[in-house]
């Protein structure tokens, strides 16, 4: 009721009001192999589609990639959760495909020549051996799991479709993503009252003498400070512009 208690008050004042969703926050996937993947920190790229409505979106990010028991979480999903917010709650699909080595991207000869090397060098030997140091070791025995594969298999001809599979995985592992964490664990909100309905110095358009400021308007930042920059600021020329108001208000009846 707090939470939702200013905005329900500009919106009595006559101002629009876009959805409040939680941004800057963790994103849940469909699956049953996330437990087995918990507690993985890893570099990693992450791209983000979007569909539905008539349109496609990508948004894509890099950087340290943590793993959990339902879905995925750290800076760089932080950066794409609004988008996959706003997505769910207007009934659109969203899938995350992840690159577990973004160290080849725009490199894939490079990874195509590692793949062959590694499983020339490896014929005979097992899954350990083969995937021995490339990432994670909860990462690999997930991949192995979703494509039939065990530690103790060889690398052979009857294997090496699954084995190609794990690779292709290991840099394209897509989920769907079915909702992002709530406001409890969100850093951030998204939505608001428009900036469009308040001037400058952040007074109303709609009602004079009202002055909003921080996440009630619809402004939310990257990950670095600027969301805690932003409170700050229109905080700060929301309480100046009042008072000032109110001063020169009173100089009327002296």
């Known amino acids: 009721v707090l939470f939702r208690s200013g905005y329900e008050l500009a919106k009595g004042f006559g101002h629009t009001l876009i959805t409040p969703l939680p941004a800057l926050v963790q994103l849940r996937c469909a699956g049953n192999f996330w437990k087995g993947l918990a507690g993985v920190r890893t570099e990693a790229g992450i791209l983000l589609t979007i569909e539905g409505k008539g349109k496609k979106e990508e948004y894509e990010e890099q950087g340290e990639l943590q793993l959990t028991d339902y879905g995925i979480s750290g800076i760089p999903v932080f950066q794409l959760s609004r988008f996959a917010s706003a997505a769910l709650s207007q ?38 051996v083969l995937f021995n140091g490339l990432v994670n070791k909860k990462i690999i025995q997930t991949m192995w799991k979703l494509n039939g594969l065990h530690g103790e298999d060889t690398v052979s001809s009857e294997t090496f479709p699954a084995v190609e599979k794990v690779f292709f995985m290991l840099r394209n592992f ?30 109303s358009r709609c009602c004079p003498g009202l002055y909003l400021a921080g996440e009630l308007l619809d402004v939310d930042g990257r990950c670095g400070g600027y969301n805690l920059q932003w409170a700050w600021t229109s905080g700060y020329l929301a309480g100046q512009a009042a008072a000032l108001s109110i001063r020169t208000e009173r100089k009327k009846y002296d």
């Open 91 to 128: 009934g659109r699909k969203v899938k995350a495909t992840i690159d577990f080595l973004p160290g080849f991207r725009d490199k894939d000869d490079d990874w195509q020549a590692l793949i062959k090397k590694k499983c020339r060098d490896c014929r005979q030997r097992n899954m350990e």
């Open 174 to 203: 897509e989920v769907t993503v079915t909702a992002s964490n709530p406001f409890a664990n969100a850093q951030v909100c998204a939505g608001g009252v428009p900036l469009t309905e308040v001037d400058s110095q952040m007074e």
